[in-house]
Protein backbone atom coordinates (compact mmCIF):
# COMPACT_ATOMS: atom_id res chain seq x y z
CA UNK A 1 0.00 0.00 0.00
CA UNK A 2 2.69 2.21 0.66
CA UNK A 3 4.58 1.28 -2.38
CA UNK A 4 1.63 2.15 -4.29
CA UNK A 5 0.91 5.42 -2.51
CA UNK A 6 4.37 5.96 -3.31
CA UNK A 7 4.86 5.72 -7.61
CA UNK A 8 1.68 7.49 -7.83
CA UNK A 9 3.05 10.55 -6.53
CA UNK A 10 6.28 9.66 -8.20
CA UNK A 11 4.30 9.44 -11.59
CA UNK A 12 2.42 12.91 -10.81
CA UNK A 13 6.29 14.32 -10.12
CA UNK A 14 6.89 13.22 -13.89
CA UNK A 15 3.51 14.27 -15.32
CA UNK A 16 4.23 17.63 -14.00
CA UNK A 17 7.55 17.80 -15.42
CA UNK A 18 6.41 16.58 -18.89
CA UNK A 19 3.78 18.87 -18.28
CA UNK A 20 6.20 21.73 -17.96
CA UNK A 21 8.48 20.75 -20.58
CA UNK A 22 6.04 20.89 -23.32
CA UNK A 23 4.79 24.99 -21.80
CA UNK A 24 8.41 25.80 -22.00
CA UNK A 25 8.74 24.39 -25.57
CA UNK A 26 5.37 25.66 -26.91
CA UNK A 27 6.49 28.99 -25.32
CA UNK A 28 9.89 28.82 -27.32
CA UNK A 29 8.23 28.04 -30.24
CA UNK A 30 5.81 31.46 -29.97
CA UNK A 31 9.19 33.46 -29.20
CA UNK A 32 10.85 31.97 -32.52
CA UNK A 33 7.98 32.25 -34.58
CA UNK A 34 7.88 35.87 -33.35
CA UNK A 35 11.03 36.64 -34.42
CA UNK A 36 11.07 34.93 -37.12
CA UNK A 37 8.26 37.57 -38.15
CA UNK A 38 10.32 40.29 -36.79
CA UNK A 39 13.10 39.81 -38.76
CA UNK A 40 10.83 39.20 -41.67
CA UNK A 41 9.10 42.72 -41.06
CA UNK A 42 12.86 44.56 -40.50
CA UNK A 43 14.37 43.09 -44.00
CA UNK A 44 16.97 41.79 -41.84
Known sequence: ???ESH???KGG????MDFLNRADNRQFEKERAFRAT???D???
Open 1 to 3: EDL
Open 7 to 9: NRG
Open 13 to 16: YLNK
Open 38 to 40: ARK
Open 42 to 44: TGN
